[in-house]
């Protein structure tokens, strides 16, 4: 679990991934699992695992497998800062506004991170009308507080610089919760999956995509570099098994193995694939689930549709509150995650 924290407290939003490149970076190379370890001109992050086959077999034109986790995650950059030093941030990924109030941020700059608050603009409870007190805010209401002179802000912070909410790693219960689980997860389970192998007759390039929370930028431009045959996507799906929401709707369910997404409005993953996967889980007595979640897309969508189409599934784990500060995952679905992935690789 370090390295799932550490992944989920290095801030890094759409555009601005280098810290959590040079994370997995070190760690890759460390590893001593990859045979080279490149970065493309968008910031996509690729490691390449070649073929290992069991002694006193070879493997001419091994098949090559992308898989691939974006590592950006949701947070704003700097659109503006007013006279009094207040900052006005641009969202890069979807946010539901009720669920930003009163938030501590993380702004950080080219000279070091400043602690912040964000809240809507406004009057407080005590004082609000009976009107604004039912108004949901919109991004642009929001501002954050650094707490410094007008003059300091101005200096210390420039339009573009990165800001994300600050939501600390912890275990509960079952489950780990924090922020950004969607997709430090992913990228975490990539890489569980690859030292776990023994041997293995696939090439495997595993892709750290950037830019996925606006619009699946990265991956297209990863995929068209690697030509790869079969595409997996590593990311994370809802899991609204929570009060409020009826069960037809749950789209996932947490602690019942790795989530398998049929389908979402993004893409259709390739059945066979579907079914392989499944026939692994079985064989290896790992849990998995099919999943369909009708609104949202995820990287495999460009992995699919790049050069002449490429075979393609998408992988979640079933995320409880995702896009927000105590994202969930439980424990067992981490476990079939990874598993499942060696296990599937270890078959082709
Ligand atoms: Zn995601």
């Known amino acids: 679990m370090e390295l799932l924290k550490t992944l989920t407290q290095t801030p890094s939003v759409p ?3 280098s810290r959590i490149r040079a994370v997995l970076e070190d760690y890759l190379n460390a590893s001593g699992c990859f045979d080279e370890i490149e970065i493309d001109s968008m910031g996509n992050l690729i490691a390449v695992r070649r073929a290992r086959p069991e002694p006193d077999t070879v493997v001419s034109n091994p098949l090559r497998v992308m898989l691939a986790a974006h590592m950006d995650q949701i947070g704003f950059l700097v659109r503006h800062i007013d006279d009094n030093g207040y900052v006005r941030v641009n969202p890069v990924g979807g946010f539901d506004t009720r669920n930003l109030f009163a938030r501590k941020v993380r702004v950080c700059t080219g000279e070091g991170d400043l602690p912040g608050v964000m809240n809507p603009s406004g009057r407080p409870i005590h004082i609000a009308t009976d009107d604004e007190k039912k108004k949901v805010p919109v991004i642009s209401d929001f501002f954050i ?3 410094m002179e007008a003059e300091a802000v101005q200096s210390r912070v420039r339009i573009g610089d ?4 600050d939501g600390p790693f912890q275990e509960v219960g079952d489950y780990v919760a924090s922020q950004c689980l969607d997709n430090r997860v992913g990228c975490w389970a990539q890489i569980r999956a690859i030292e776990n192998l023994t041997y293995h007759n696939c090439d495997i390039y595993a892709a ?3 830019q996925e929370e606006v619009g699946l930028r990265g991956a297209m431009p990863a995929a068209f570099g690697i030509e790869p045959h079969i595409g997996v996507a590593c990311d994370t799906t809802l899991c609204c098994k929570t009060p409020g929401v009826p069960d037809e709707e ?3 369910v947490a602690g019942a193995g790795l989530a398998l997404h049929v389908m979402d409005s993004s893409m259709i993953s390739d059945i066979g694939l579907i079914e392989d996967f499944e026939a692994v889980a079985v064989k290896n007595n ?4 099919r999943a369909i979640l009708p609104r949202g897309g995820q990287d495999g969508a460009m992995i699919q549709r790049s050069r002449g189409g490429v075979r393609t599934i998408a992988l979640a784990c079933p995320i409880k509150y995702i896009h927000t500060v ?5 424990r067992d679905d981490l476990e079939a995650y990874h598993r499942l992935l060696t296990a599937w690789l270890t078959s082709l």
């Open 208 to 210: 750290f995509t950037v």
């Open 250 to 252: 749950r789209v996932s």
């Open 15 to 17: 555009g601005r991934e």
């Open 145 to 147: 507080d650094l707490g």
């Open 286 to 289: 790992i849990k998995s689930q």
């Open 162 to 165: 990165m800001v994300v909410l």
């Open 326 to 330: 105590t994202e969930m995952a439980h």
